[in-house]
């Protein structure tokens, strides 16, 4: 048993009710379980039990064993002076409090038990995978809606710290998120730093400037610092020093990585394709808020990288022919990972509901992330045929069956039940 799991079966009443005495033998009703308190203070406020011929309102705490209340010291805070029943598994001790214990021990079904324990003590992918077969189609769409809004306030709150650190300036933000974006796993922080250690100002200044684009952000991203044979980096380098040394630009901590990565995503690629893209986009995020159609949003986000970039992927080493254009992945999941995120903490800090409304349609719309979270749901039945589907998945994963939080899941109350 854990409090946890105490107060589930307390809160959803997961136990018999028949004829309830307390500890002391008086007869108990209970007319109103209380609401749940996320704060300090009893595990539930503004119950009411009706005790022999009296009714009590107040707040109800939950133990494991009653002499937890003295080992937290509750009688000294003032917080649970207003409690009117200690709910308890296992009575162990009499305190001689001024409000009677209930103990739940022999009142709960072994089957709950029994199954709360298999999903604890699972090894699968997920907690239920061996039972989510039992539980009907709508409890997991419903779910998933729910999830998928989670993710996306969660993203709203990081926003909104970042919101605080330049006064509210949107597009510096989403520029900051963008920039983190590009980096991919291998390089979101260090992606990040140097969009932040530039200030949007300077960038905004020099954005019709590409070449001067291109030398602040591989300049700032430590691959300007080495000794080169072609001339575009020789340039971009005498560049950067020129930049650096106007707007006493700081050296950047986290350094960049090519490891275990595609060509493609080589951080030098990643930078000029930025780079190209606030070239074009003048006001990014502004334009952003105005376009109701995908296929809008999609074309402003068609770059590809200059012209130096054809036949290279790093410095001083020529390369086959290639355009380097964002793909059509690529740019799915800078509208998944910025561009909607963005979008919902704008309508929710702003208190409008279409910019809200409008990210959510937009990730209905896009396809589906593919990826081993994604797969491994799929292979035990779970629909993903759109971005919807897979953003609700990973928050599931992440947030619920690796934590084993199936207490909180839906889907998990559904089997318990």
Excluded at 195 to 214: G, T, Y
Aim: charged share 25%; aromatic share 12%; net charge positive.
């Amino acid at each position: 048993m854990t409090e946890r799991l105490l107060q589930y079966i307390w809160q959803f009443q997961f136990y018999n009710k028949s004829e309830l005495l307390t500890t002391d033998f008086q007869t108990l009703e209970i007319i109103d379980v209380g609401r749940y308190n996320t704060n300090q203070g009893p595990d539930f406020l503004n119950a009411k039990i009706k005790i022999a011929h009296t009714i009590w309102a107040g707040s109800i705490e939950l133990h494991i064993n009653t002499s937890d209340w003295r080992l937290h010291k509750h009688s000294a805070d003032k917080n649970y002076n207003n409690v009117i029943l200690h709910v308890v598994w296992n009575d162990d001790m009499d305190l001689d409090l001024s409000f009677p214990a209930l103990e739940l021990k022999n009142r709960v079904s072994k089957l709950l038990l029994n199954k709360y324990e298999e999903l604890i003590q699972s090894t699968q992918f997920i907690p239920c995978e061996k039972l989510v077969h039992l539980v009907p189609p709508i409890t997991i769409i419903s779910w998933k809606e729910r999830l998928l809004i989670e993710r996306l306030e969660q993203k709203t709150f990081n926003i909104k710290s970042l919101l605080k650190l330049n006064k509210n300036h949107w597009e510096e933000v989403y520029w900051w998120i963008l920039a983190r974006n590009f980096g991919m796993k291998m390089n979101e922080d260090a992606f990040q730093q140097i969009a932040q250690s530039i200030p949007f100002s300077i960038m905004v200044k020099h954005r019709n400037q590409l070449f001067q684009l291109e030398a602040l952000l591989l300049g700032q991203a430590g691959l300007l610092h080495t000794e080169f044979q072609d001339q575009y980096p020789l340039k971009l380098e005498k560049e950067f020093r020129f930049l650096k040394k106007k707007y006493q630009l700081k050296n950047m901590h986290d350094p960049v990585f090519f490891l275990r990565m595609r060509p493609a995503n080589f951080p030098g690629i990643r930078l000029a394709q930025l780079a190209m893209l606030l070239h074009k986009n003048q006001q990014m995020f502004s334009e952003i808020k105005e376009l109701t159609n995908l296929n809008q949003v999609r074309k402003l986000l068609k770059v590809t990288a200059s012209e130096y970039w054809d036949h290279h992927y790093v410095f001083d080493e020529s390369s086959d022919f290639s355009k380097k254009k964002l793909g059509s992945q690529m740019i799915n999941n800078i509208i998944i990972n910025t561009i909607v995120p963005v979008l919902f903490a704008y309508g929710h800090l702003n208190k409008n509901e279409q910019y809200k409304t409008r990210s959510l349609s937009w990730m209905e719309q896009l396809k589906a992330e593919s990826n081993y979270i994604c797969k491994g749901f799929e292979s035990i039945g779970f629909e993903n045929k759109s971005a919807f589907d897979s953003q609700s998945l990973l928050q599931l994963k992440k947030q619920y069956c690796d934590q084993k939080r199936c207490l909180q899941c839906a889907i998990g109350n559904k089997i318990l039940k």
